[in-house]
């Protein structure tokens, strides 16, 4: 059993910052990629950053200059620094990572972890 854990969102105001973190727990025998998805009220879940299964970074067009992706592979830990946030970055934001346990390989998702940015 696989398990993702977010934590680090919350209310900021526009030009703040925040910083989000995913824990990857259980079976793993190894992280394909890893990454940030987001879903805003009424819109559908998109792509933040991810970390690819070649170990490059895909950005957002949105997010490009502003957000920092980065990892701690020993801790099967991913980040998403977001700076410069503005009101359309508002959103529930989703850890997502592609994992093959010691039996099979499976997309999984964190609970998501709310980011409320106001204007």
């Known amino acids: 059993q696989v398990r993702l854990v977010e934590s680090g969102g919350g209310l900021v105001q526009a030009g703040g910052s925040l910083r989000l973190s995913c824990v990857a727990s259980g079976n793993i025998f190894r992280i394909n990629a890893m990454g940030w998805y987001r879903q805003a009220p009424e819109k559908q879940r998109e792509l933040v950053a991810i970390?690819?299964?070649?170990?490059?970074?895909n950005y957002a067009d949105s997010v490009k200059g502003r957000f920092a992706i980065s990892r701690d592979n020993a801790k099967n830990t991913v980040y998403l620094q977001m700076n410069a946030l503005n009101p359309d970055d508002t959103g529930i934001y989703y850890c997502?990572?592609?994992?093959?346990?010691?039996?099979?390989?499976?997309?999984?998702w964190g609970q998501g972890t709310q980011v409320t940015v106001s204007s």
């Open positions: 997502y990572a592609d994992i093959n346990t010691h039996f099979a390989r499976s997309n999984y």
């Open positions: 970390f690819t299964e070649l170990r490059s970074t």
